[in-house]
Every structure is written in C-alpha cells, then in structure tokens.
C-alpha cells in the first residue's frame, strides 16, 4: 500500500529530532543509524545508562519542543576528510564513512537546524513544522547488535510511530492494544497449547496434548488436499552428512545456520535446516520413464536452524519449525499444470481460515547475481512462466525483485489477518538448478536422459509460524472444526452426572472432541471457566435434559441458549466439521 506523499520524509525527520533529544539528554551518546520503517522509525544510540519509560517521556517533549521550534531541515555533500573530521567523536559514523569510501558513494550531512546534524542522504521535510506533533509517539526500547552483529556492541534502539493525524496514530496504537490481547506468546499458554522450558532452550516449543491435536488436523488438513493430487508420503532423516548441501548449494549459503553434530568416531553431520536435498536423494534412486512422472513427495518434518537468541520470538521464530513440505519432480512441459494443483490446494486450505491471498511474484536481484545459482536463461524462462500462471488465474499479484530463493523464482501467497496484518503464508517455487546440481533426470520418449524439474510446495509453511498467526487471527476463538475441544458438557448437578457421560460418549462415538466437567462449584462459575478456554460449545443438561434426551446448548459469544434433542446437535457439530465452516 502506497504511503501517503512525504510521510517517509516526516518520519525519517523524526528520527533526526530523537537523535537530537536523546543527544541532549546523553551529550556523550554515540549515533548508530536511524531509519524509516514500517509505521515509524528507530534510532540506535550507544548510551552511559539504560532508560526508562520516564526518559522516554522526557525526550518526546523534548522533540515537540523542536518542532514547535520550527527548526529547518537543510543538506549538503562533504567530502570523505571532512566527513571524518565532524564524526571524529562518532565510532559508528566512522564506520560508516570508511565503507561508503569503499562503495565510491557520495556522502553528504543534513543538518536540523544548528541542534543537530547527521550524516545522511536525505530524505526529509524542509521545516519541522511540517510534522503534527501529535502524531507521533516513541513507542518502545529494544535492545540491537550494531549492524546485525551478535559480535558487535548492544545497542539501545528506541522506536518511534508516526502518522500525519492523531485519528491515524489513535486507530494504530488501538490496533497494537489489540494485537497485545491476541498475542500468541499469552494466549497460547493460556489455552494450554505450548509452552517452553528453560531447561530444553530458547526456540524450542513444546506441545501439550491440545497443542498437538491442533497441529495434527492442520496437518491432516492438507494431506487429504494433497492425496487427492497424488501425493505420496516420505520420510527422510533428521541429519545428515555436510556433501549434501555442499552439492545442493545450501552449505555455500547457509552453513553459518547450521547445527553441527561430530560423532565419537569423528564423522561431521549437520541437522537439516530444509528437506529438498534429502528428497532429491528419494528420486534418484532409480531411472525414472517419463510415463511415471510427476513424482510427488509430501513430508511433515522438523527442521532445525540456528537463529540467534534476539531473534527469537515465540513460535514466530523458532530454533525447531515444522514444515508440511512436499516436492514435485516432473519435466518442464508439466510443471504449469503441477503449479496450478498446488494452487487449488492453497487456496482451499486458506478459505477455511477466512483469508484472502494475493501473491507475490518473488524475482530475483539482477544487480546482484552472484546471490543466485544458475545462469540468466534459466532464470529469465522460470520467471516468465511464474508470470504466465497469475496471469491466467487473474490473481491479485504484485513483485518482488530480489524476494526468490536462492535456486529459484517463487510464488509467495499473502494473507490479511483480521488486524489488518498482512504476512507470507503458502510458497510455490520453481527449482530448474537443483535438478542440475544433482543430475536428476528421466528417459523420454525417444529413449534419452532428459533434465527434470523440481516444484517446492509448502502450504503452511512453518506449523509454528502458522499457528501464531492463526492463534492471533481468531484470538484463540478456533472455528468448530479445527478447536481442540469442540464441546463442554457441564451437569446442573451431581445428580445428572450419569447423563452428562451418556452424553459425553454418544460425541466421542461420533468423533466431536468433548470435554466432561465436574459439578464441584456452582454452574455459573463452570460457565465462565469454559468460556475463558474458549471452548465453541457449551451443553448443561438438568433434569429436564436427562428425561427428554436433550441438551441446553450455549454457543460462543452468543448470550441466547436453545435445547434440542442429543441427535440434532450431534448432526449440527458433525457437519460443520465436515464443511471447515
């Protein structure tokens, strides 16, 4: 979405005027960089203390007090010498100059008024009273490697929102209160869904009883989508030797990602951050006809990486993710129709959650070639057919330059969460170089070895991933067919107990998730206990019930109740599971 025009320039102009405050406020601060993101802006600083929420406070006024200052905002070029000689007292300034020299870029300082000066290439409003300074906020204190460097010094990173108006700033931090309440790192907890273990790390979730069951008819979930297309399943290891990814090319570019396993007899393995070479290996087993391919492989599996502990972030970002990976090997002429199955899939999963994609066609860099294997050709024809695919499906696209894997272009599918959030869901991806590097082939039908391609297919993704932004999504509230307990049944009484576990077993005997609750406090109580687990269902029976065979049913959110016969409910449960409504 395009931002609204000088928006960027407001916001990078209060990156200046943080500095400034904060300069101010720690006169011996030293300046990291300050750019504009999402939403707002950050500024790093090396500071003598940590701060507080009061000193934050104390630097936004400061800021206002600039803008009401009506302060300009004015740049020129400099020179290396003079560069150094004005940041002389500023490390990460010098730093930056010396690789600037290197790149050959011109350097220039943008001066706030006579309070303040950077260096910078711009980007800024002409005066501050451009900047409604009730529209901005610094939002919060994070803690930030200098250049993304867990080596290189900690910083102190203050961010900041901004907006042109109070109503925008006002709608934005309601949004981020309830992003908070939805938050997947409390409510999963809550929900009894997860939970980490200091004694087992940082990264790596644990999961319940009910956590499982909600990962496993996920994953049941799109293995019934892909059997109908004629996937098979496969298994592969968890480790394996270092020549895999030596010969797939992941060693090259992620080898700093690895865990590394050496054994007693001094063999080096390394955990699988991925499982596409395994797969390959699958393949080549045999010689393979033209007329037994596509060959088709599904695999739910772990895979480990080795994120720095900043990163991580809940079951956002993991140290263990779980991928319902599969791979495609067919020849080229298949492969738009292989693309197309592995679309319907996405889509018919994704419509059961409410999301509405559109995709991104992921390119690669041309200013940067040597990020990519394989030559130009390959990657001009993948891209073009990527391009063909959304065309004909008339898809709500748009591109990325530089977004591809490293092997190939890809389609990555976008869906908008009910906070308006929007993330990178599902992934299709042409592979024409892994193929090459590992000599996967079949016979055609003049009786010649003829290259392969291969289509890397993920619906979900990561299960961890997708389960924070399904958790955050429906704030725990989980459509009937995919909660883990579908129905609460709570006896009025003691005296109805043997009618609540008649009740209990005709669900179970037709497959609805059901939990049994105990009449030890008061029913009003028990009610409210359900509804905070977020349960979809809630049965009371009493002796009404018992003797007409019914129950009372309460419906999430709805103060309304109704009772009907066992059956009918039974029938109303079984079939919106059925239909994933």
């Not at 405050?21 to 090396?46: C, R, W």
């Not at 004005?86 to 790149?103: A, G, S």
């Not at 990264?203 to 109908?228: H, Q, S, Y």
């Not at 889509?347 to 860099?365: K, N, P, Q, W």
């Amino acid at each position: 979405m395009k931002k609204p025009d000088n928006l960027d320039n407001i916001r990078h102009s209060l990156a200046h005027l943080l500095a400034a405050a904060v300069l101010k406020k720690f006169p011996k601060a030293k300046l990291g960089i300050g750019p504009v993101i999402e939403n707002g802006f950050y500024y790093d600083f090396k500071l003598p203390r940590p701060i507080s929420d009061e000193d934050l406070k104390e630097i936004e006024n400061s800021m206002r007090e600039m803008i009401r200052a009506k302060l300009p905002f004015s740049g020129k070029k400099i020179t290396p010498a003079a560069a150094k000689k004005t940041f002389k007292d500023q490390p990460f300034k010098l730093e930056l100059i010396k690789d600037l020299q290197k790149e050959k870029k011109p350097l220039s300082i943008y001066y706030t008024g006579k309070v303040f000066f950077d260096l910078c290439r711009g980007g800024h409003v002409k005066n501050a009273s451009e900047i409604n300074p009730e529209a901005f906020k610094l939002e919060k204190i994070a803690g930030a490697y200098w250049r993304g460097d867990e080596k290189r010094p900690m910083l102190t990173r203050i961010y900041g929102l901004a907006f042109h108006t109070k109503k925008e700033l006002d709608d934005h931090l309601s949004m981020l209160a309830e992003a908070a309440r939805r938050d997947h790192k409390k409510l999963g907890p809550e929900l009894d869904l997860f939970t980490f273990s200091d004694l087992v790390g940082s990264g790596l979730p644990l999961w319940t009883p009910k956590g499982t069951l909600l990962r496993n008819i996920l994953d049941d979930f799109v293995w019934e989508l892909r059997k109908a297309y004629g996937y098979e399943k496969v298994e592969i290891p968890h480790i394996t030797k270092k020549e895999l990814y030596e010969v797939s090319g992941h060693w090259q570019k992620f080898s700093e990602e690895l865990f590394r396993i050496t054994t007693r007899e001094g063999h080096f393995f390394a955990m699988k951050p991925m499982n596409c070479p395994h797969h390959t290996q699958i393949y080549k087993r045999k010689k393979w006809s033209y007329r037994e391919l596509p060959q088709r492989y599904a695999n739910t599996t772990m895979c480990y990486r080795d994120e720095q502990t900043g990163e991580l972030a809940g079951l956002s970002r993991v140290r263990c993710i779980t991928q319902d990976d599969a791979h495609v090997f067919c020849r080229l002429s298949q492969a738009k129709e292989e693309f197309l199955k592995i679309w319907n899939i996405i889509h018919t999963f994704y419509a059961a959650f409410g999301f509405e994609l559109r995709i991104r066609v992921s390119m690669h860099d041309p200013k940067h070639p040597e990020k990519y294997l394989g030559d130009k050709k390959k990657w001009k024809f993948a891209e073009s057919m990527l391009k063909e695919i959304v065309k004909e499906k008339q898809a709500d696209t748009f591109e990325g330059i530089g977004e591809a894997a490293f092997y190939g272009p890809k389609l990555d599918f976008m869906a908008k969460d009910s906070l308006g959030r929007e993330w990178q869901v599902a992934t299709i991806q042409l592979d024409m170089n892994m193929p090459e590097r590992f000599d996967l082939s079949c016979t055609n039908e003049e009786g010649r070895e003829e290259r392969i391609v291969m289509i890397h297919a993920a619906i979900m993704g990561s299960i961890e991933r997708f389960l924070s932004i399904i958790i955050e999504h429906f704030a725990g509230d989980f459509p009937v067919w995919l909660a883990p307990v579908q129905a609460a049944i709570l006896p009025v009484s003691e005296k109805f107990s043997g009618y609540a576990k008649e009740v209990e077993g005709e669900l179970k005997n037709n497959d609805i998730r059901t939990e049994l609750g105990d009449a030890n406090e008061t029913l009003g109580k028990r009610i409210r206990e359900v509804e905070l687990r977020k349960i979809p269902y809630i049965l009371v029976v009493g002796e009404k019930e018992m003797s007409s065979k019914t129950v009372n049913v309460r419906t999430r959110h709805k103060k309304e109740t109704e009772t009907i016969p066992l059956g009918s409910f039974v029938e109303r449960i079984t079939k919106e599971t059925k239909e994933r409504r």
